[in-house]
């Protein structure tokens, strides 16, 4: 039996709303999961699994209808999907009364159910969030019985969204642990256990690469693969700064490291080192071209420290300078930068 593993989609969602890109990564996010859909049938897995919050709000009747028949044109590939703690079944829910395609199992149960799909030999575990918090272990002392594959569509893995006994989950006797709620990929357990991640990394935390899994169980054992389907990335550039730097050259490195990485990612820039462009690093132009979310300036002045004392002799920067450029104390190269950039500050007031 072969399945595609996805959790934590989060249709709806704007990420970078403040730098005026929510519209844009709200369809980037929409975007991706068509086209894993699309790879399901182009991969002729058996099933997909959704381990919740595929909604990043509880979805609208309208949301269903869309959603159904984007579903349904899977057929005959089975869907197996749960409400996750943002797209919870509240009151009056539309995920109460919607009747889903045939191929769909919707596992909306608060306490954990199961269904047998006989065509795949396989049961398939699970239950939904109908609240956005719970507390309690409700997959502890879990273990499957009956014929067949056992798999778990699970969510959560905090102290307020099902904490989860990973080490007792690896003894329960399922075939292969598809879990939801981590944003970032995650392989617990080889072949078997995995938070597959959002499709799309959803803020500057989630770096690296995102995607889902590919697997297929056998009476031989599992294989499981990561498949990368983001189309951006969270990056980071660290650049190492000395004083024959001037502007041009530094956005010259970042834009070619960027450009080297990938144009369509998004950057945090780390500049390090002493140079005396420190404290006026700007990149405006860049942030035109590349998506640039933070620059973050940790370089330091590298100050000439004799003509600094000679030309301050007689005050008290000169005598700051004169106790501290001989201590012994490892942090004295630090403290002395901090206050030298204090007391000239204090002289130009």
Request: proline content about 3%; overall charge negative; hydrophobic content about 35%.
């Amino acid at each position: 039996m072969k399945f595609i593993h996805i959790a934590d989609v989060h249709l709806g969602m704007m990420p970078e709303r403040k730098k005026g890109l929510g519209m844009m990564r709200k369809k980037e996010i929409e975007e991706t999961f068509q086209r894993v859909l699309l790879e399901a049938k182009q991969k002729k897995v058996d099933v997909l699994l959704i381990s919740g919050d595929l909604y990043h709000h509880p979805p609208l009747l309208e949301d269903l209808k869309e959603l159904n028949a984007r579903l349904e044109a899977l057929s005959p590939i089975k869907v197996v999907l749960i409400a996750g703690n943002h797209d919870c079944i509240l009151e009056n829910s539309p995920y109460e009364r919607f009747e889903f395609a045939n191929n769909v199992i919707f596992l909306k149960g608060k306490e954990i159910e199961s269904v047998y799909v006989e065509e795949l030999q396989t049961t398939f575990w699970g239950l939904s969030y109908h609240q956005k918090e719970i507390t309690a272990p409700l997959y502890d002392d879990l273990r499957p019985q009956g014929q067949g594959y056992h798999i778990l569509v699970a969510h959560g893995g905090d102290e307020n969204h099902i904490p989860i006994q990973y080490e007792d989950l690896k003894w329960s006797g399922f075939d292969y642990i598809a879990l939801g709620h981590i944003h970032k990929p995650q392989v617990l357990v080889e072949d078997f256990m995995n938070y597959s991640g959002s499709l799309e990394p959803l803020d500057y935390t989630e770096r690296g690469e995102h995607g889902y899994f590919l697997g297929e169980i056998t009476e031989d054992g599992q294989q499981v693969e990561f498949i990368r389907a983001a189309k951006r990335m969270y990056d980071q550039i660290y650049i190492q700064v000395d004083e024959t730097e001037t502007l041009y050259s530094l956005s010259k490195r970042v834009e070619q490291e960027i450009e080297t990485r990938g144009r369509d990612n998004f950057y945090e820039i780390y500049l390090l080192g002493y140079t005396p462009l420190s404290g006026n690093i700007q990149f405006e132009a860049l942030e035109q071209d590349y998506f640039i979310t933070q620059v973050v300036d940790k370089t330091k002045k590298n100050y000439d420290l004799e003509r600094l004392f000679e030309e301050n002799r007689e005050n008290i920067l000169g005598q700051f300078i004169d106790k501290m450029r001989n201590s012994q104390d490892p942090m004295a190269k630090e403290a002395m930068e901090f206050g030298i950039e204090a007391l000239l500050a204090t002289k130009t007031e």
